[in-house]
C-alpha cells in the first residue's frame, strides 16, 4: 500500500476564511491548513507512488498528467487567492510529512515574509496583444497550359501578389508592437510592479496571430477595475490587433525579488 508525501500549494499569512468545503486538490484530495508560527503553509496528501522522486521524473515526461496536476494545483491557489494573497510554491513541492514542511517553512522564514508583503491585497493580471493578420490567399501559381508555358505577366502578377501579402503582414506586426509598446508603458504606470515574459511560441499556442506582447502586472486590489478598463479600451484600437486580458491570479510572476518595474 503507496504512503502518502505532503504536497505543499501555497504559504500565507493566517487568514480567518475557512477553505471552500468542496475544494479538491491534486490526486482529488482536499487541501488543508498547516501552521508554523505566523504562517501558513497550505497542503494535501500526495501518494508517494506518483510523487516520489523516480515516478515523478517519468511523470513530467505525461502531459495529460502533468496537465491534470497543474489544473489541480492552480484551482486551490485560486480558491486561495479569493480570501488572501497567497505565494504560490512550485508545482509538484512535496515533503515526506508535516515536520519537513514546518522545517522548510523555519528556513525560508525571512524570504516568505518578503514575498506576502509584496503580494499583500494585490493580484497579477496577464495582458497578451497579438498580430492577427489575415491576408486574403494569392492567386494559384501560373501553370501551363496544353503544354505551353504560362506568359511572364502571370508570373509577374503572382510575383506581386505574394510581395503585397508579405508587406501587409509586416504592417499589421509593425503596428502591433508600437501599439505593444504604448500599451505596456500605460498599464505598468498602474501597476506595483511588471514582469515581461517571452512571447508565446506559436507551435505550443492554442491562440492564433503572432504573440507580440506576454506581460504579468501586480495590481493593488483596490484599482483592479480601472486596470480592466484601460485594457478594454484599447481592445478596437488597431485592426487586426488583439488584446487579452486574463486574471485575476496569485502573483505567480512575483514571487522573487528580482521582479519589478
Known sequence: MSTDLCYVYAVCHPFDAPLQAELVGVEGRPPRLLRHEDLIAVVGAAPEADFAEEPLRAHLEDLDWLTATARAHEAVVAALTTVTSPLPLRLATVFRDDSGVRSMMQE?????HSALGRLAGRVEWGVKVYAD?????????????????AGPGSGRAYLRSRRAQRDALDD?????????????????????ATRPHPPQNPALARASGVNILNSAYLVDRTASEDFIERVDGTKDEEPDVRVELTGPWAGYSFTMEEAGR
Not at 525560508?108 to 516568505?112: K, L, S, V, Y
Not at 502591433?176 to 505598468?188: G, N, T, V, Y
Open 108 to 112: 525560508e522564514r525571512a524570504r516568505f
Open 133 to 149: 493578420a489575415a491576408p486574403t490567399p494569392p492567386p494559384p501559381e501560373p501553370r501551363s497550359v496544353a503544354g505551353t508555358s
Open 172 to 192: 499589421t506586426r509593425q503596428r502591433a508592437e508600437r501599439f505593444a509598446e504604448r500599451l505596456h508603458e500605460d498599464l505598468s504606470r498602474h501597476a506595483v
